[in-house]
T-cell receptor, first 114, second 111 residues
Framework: KAGVTQTPRYLIKTRGQQVTLSCSPISGHRSVSWYQQTPGQGLQFLFEYFSETQRNKGNFPGRFSGRQFSNSRSEMNVSTLELGDSALYLC?????????????FGEGSWLTVV | EDQVTQSPEALRLQEGESSSLNCSYTVSGLRGLFWYRQDPGKGPEFLFTLYSAGEEKEKERLKATLTKKESFLHITAPKPEDSATYLCAVIPGQAGTALIFGKGTTLSVSS
């Protein structure tokens, strides 16, 4: 059974650029959540999508956005990148809305902003 | 404000030396408490979910317990392969579907 797939795994961007990260959940999972992980702040919730609808959003600026497609794949976008956006971005998938025993995380996308 | 605090930040053990990691939480209602293990460069790996005070769950050398204010992850006779960062997270009663994570305890087990 394939796990949660995140692409790209590593990327370097310049301040002011934008970036799009992709997440393919476990087959059959309809919920996708995104988290940002930094050494200083730890893991922080960005947003959750279930059946193409955003169900919950964390305390991040509007530069951070996301969407979910009909096949449950999800993308998140960060516009006007800042140095502080350098982080590991993690995607988690689960069958239904909210975390549970079936929630699985991907390996993450490492973003470096220079 | 909902908050999760883990202690200690780092813990070094000798192989076979049992210990406990602490996760204290302040939330408006608790719908669930989760323990994850994270290896360097990897995503968190699910270990346990606890829902109510008094609940306990075990998996190999790990045992998680829950009270009304904190959770413990007990590690019995650890091995070097248990070295990782252990993360605690809660889902509060009124926070929708977001997990609130602690900053983790980094465990190093030497042989």
């Amino acid at each position: 059974k394939a796990g949660v797939t995140q692409t790209p795994r590593y990327l370097i961007k310049t301040r002011g650029q934008q970036v799009t990260l992709s997440c393919s959940p476990i087959s059959g999972h309809r919920s996708v959540s995104w988290y940002q992980q930094t050494p200083g702040q730890g893991l922080q919730f960005l947003f959750e999508y279930f059946s193409e609808t955003q169900r919950n959003k964390g305390n991040f600026p509007g530069r951070f956005s996301g969407r979910q497609f009909s096949n449950s794949r999800s993308e998140m976008n960060v516009s006007t990148l800042e140095l502080g956006d350098s982080a590991l971005y993690l995607c988690a998938s689960s069958l239904g809305p909210g975390p549970g025993q079936g929630t699985l995380f991907g390996e993450g996308s490492w973003l470096t902003v220079v | 404000e909902d908050q999760v605090t883990q202690s200690p930040e780092a813990l070094r053990l000798q192989e076979g030396e049992s210990s406990s990691l602490n996760c204290s939480y302040t939330v408006s209602g608790l719908r669930g408490l989760f323990w994850y293990r994270q290896d360097p460069g990897k995503g968190p790996e699910f270990l346990f979910t606890l829902y109510s005070a008094g609940e306990e769950k075990e998996k190999e050398r790990l045992k998680a317990t829950l009270t009304k204010k904190e959770s413990f992850l007990h590690i019995t006779a650890p091995k070097p392969e248990d070295s990782a960062t252990y993360l605690c997270a809660v889902i509060p009663g009124q926070a929708g579907t977001a997990l609130i994570f602690g900053k983790g305890t980094t465990l190093s087990v030497s042989s």
